[in-house]
Structure formats: C-alpha cells, structure tokens
C-alpha cells in the first residue's frame, strides 16, 4: 500500500500563463522539464491574476494540448481547472484526448473556480462559492462516467487532483474523487485539513493513505519542507509568472527533493 511514508517526494512547477509571450511559455516549460521536474502546470484564467489586470495571458486546455506535444517526460495538468468554464463531458473528453497526445502523461486538476473577472467577462454565472461547489461535487461523477465511455478509452486512470481546503464541502469531495489532494498554508493550517480530510476519508469508507497530498510553496526547501513531510505532504509545486519565468526557486526544490529521495 502506497502511504506518505513510502511515496517519494515530487516536484511541481505551476507556469502561470500570464505577461509572457508564447515562446517564453513554452521554452520555460521544456527548462523546467530538463531540470527534472516531475509535473508543469498551468492555471485555467482568462486574465492574469496579478500585475496589469487585462496584461498578456493564454487560455488554459489549448496550452495543454501544446505542452503534450512539446515535452516528453514530466506530467502535465491544469492547477487547476475551473469546472464551472466547460461541461462535465466535455472536460472527461479533453482529458483523455490531452492524455493520449502526450502517452500517458496527464493529471486532471480540478477545482470550484473563484475569481470573478473571469466570470464576469466571459459570460459565467459567478453565483455563490458554496453553488460552485455543490457544481463540482455534482460534476465529478458526470466526468469518472463519460471516461468510462469514451472510445478510445484514457491510456491509463487519470489522476485526479482537486484543489481547495474549504472543510465541509472540498475535502469531502476530495475524500470520494481525488488520487491528490493540493492545497495552501503554514504547517498549522495544513495539520488541521489533513486531520479533517482523514475523517472525510473514513466517513465515506477511503483509505486516506491513498491520496497523494500536496502544497504550493514560495520559500526555502530547508525551512518548510520537514515540517510537511511529518504531515504527510510529498507533492511541492513552485509557482512562477511571467514576463520571465525566474526558475530559481525551482531548483533549490529540485535539489532538495533528490538529497531526501536519496
């Protein structure tokens, strides 16, 4: 059985697709490849989240198609989708399509969606935060059937990460859908969703063992990393912006994830 104990720490990168042009996406990506990062993401945003509101960005799932062809190793994914932009279906769909184009190499990241801007200008009811749950919790059922139908089927069960710590509502659905769970927060906040997740887990009947958690992180590996690790945090992702993509904090991550893998 696969417990945090024996699951070997691994590295995100979270390429946010804004103030940048394509190219510099897609070299930043193919670096971050080659330093030996496990998993590139993205972000599923119409606009950038920080720096000039309405400044260069691209769309999310195109980007993933992309990426499928123009690396060969590291797994690839959205952190995360927002459900309320695409049809259940049609997500299940893009995913194992994205799944097949780069064999094998997908992760369905998945989440609620809460910016507004988005909503607002590109025409979504932005509703409540408690609605967009209740939306995903509706979706993720839709989506485990429609890749259960879908001919050719994935090449492989897609993992499924779902993003959030809110306690009633997330981590339940993350107790009955997801593969990884990936959140945010010192060590304090994390020890409290985890101890809340387990309960979710034993309320419907899941092993928690078998949910891979993970944490963005901003600083050093060396002052945040044990202290996750005792809390059964494996999964670390480093995020970084455009215009250019600064990758240094990446590779101290990287470093430190090989001293402790051994």
């Avoid at 069960?157 to 993003?163: A, C, F, R, T």
Wanted: include cysteine; proline fraction near 6%.
């Amino acid at each position: 059985m696969t417990t945090a104990a024996n699951r070997p720490i691994r590295i995100g990168f979270q390429l946010q697709p804004q103030h940048a042009d394509y190219d510099t996406i897609r070299r930043a990506a193919s670096e971050a490849e080659d330093l030996g990062v496990d998993m590139v993401f993205n972000w599923d945003h119409f606009y950038p989240l920080s720096g000039e509101p309405d400044g260069k960005h691209f769309e999310c799932w195109t980007m993933l198609g992309a990426w499928a062809e123009s690396t060969s190793r590291v797994e690839i994914g959205a952190l995360v989708t927002c459900n309320s932009y695409r049809n259940p279906e049609l997500v299940a769909d893009m995913a194992r399509t994205v799944d097949h184009i780069s064999g094998g190499r997908l992760i369905l990241g998945m989440g609620a969606g809460w910016f507004q801007k988005d909503y607002d200008e590109y025409g979504y009811e932005f509703g409540t935060a408690g609605g967009r749950l209740n939306d995903l919790a509706e979706a993720m059922p839709r989506i485990e059937q429609r890749l259960s139908k879908l001919n050719p089927p994935p090449t492989r069960d897609i993992p499924v990460l779902i993003g959030g710590g809110g306690e009633k509502k997330t981590l339940r659905i993350v107790a009955k859908h997801a593969d990884i769970w990936h959140s945010f927060g010192d060590p304090e906040v994390v020890a409290r969703k985890v101890r809340i997740l387990d309960q979710h887990c034993a309320d419907v009947g899941r092993d928690p063992a078998e949910i891979e958690r993970s944490i963005g992180v901003g600083g050093d590996p060396e002052d945040i990393g044990p202290t996750m690790l005792e809390l059964g945090v494996t999964m670390f992702t480093v995020g970084a912006g455009g215009p250019d993509f600064d990758l240094s904090r990446l590779r101290s991550w990287i470093a430190w994830r090989d001293k402790m893998n051994g």
